[in-house]
């Protein structure tokens, strides 16, 4: 789970997501308030984006609170399409582990 809008710490996760994925782990993140907002936060010095296409590309999967993205009045995109609680909650309850960013 990401709530930060931090740009190191969101492409940190990003990056322990992708090295998870390619470990064969089901990975799943989803992101919840400010968290909503990674795919405005690239910087010269961290790409989040490209951390997003990596982590979808070695299999994982992301996941974006609608009501986070509606305060914003922000849509889902293809990396980050809207979700819920619900969603959420089946990902916690499914889970082994939950990391948060």
Same mark, same amino acid.
């Given at each position: 789970?990401?709530? %930060? ?9 990003? +990056? /322990? &997501?992708?090295?998870?994925?390619? +470990? ?6 989803? #992101?919840?308030?400010?968290?909503? =907002? ?12 490209? &951390? ?8 994982? =999967?992301?996941?974006?609170? &609608?009501?986070? #993205?509606?305060? +914003?009045?922000? =849509? &889902? %995109?293809? /990396?980050?399409?809207? %979700?819920?609680?619900?969603? #959420?909650?089946? /990902? ?10």
């Amino acid at each position: 789970m990401i709530y %930060s809008n931090d740009p190191e710490t969101v492409w940190n996760a990003f +990056r /322990l &997501g992708v090295f998870s994925s390619r +470990r064969e782990d089901i990975v799943k993140i989803f #992101l919840l308030a400010k968290g909503v =907002e990674s795919e405005s936060l690239d910087t010269e010095r961290f790409h989040i984006i490209k &951390g997003m296409r990596a982590f979808i590309d070695a299999g994982g =999967e992301i996941l974006a609170s &609608g009501t986070c #993205l509606k305060i +914003r009045q922000s =849509e &889902g %995109s293809p /990396l980050c399409p809207i %979700s819920t609680m619900e969603d #959420l909650y089946q /990902l916690i309850s499914d889970s082994d582990k939950v990391v948060t960013f």
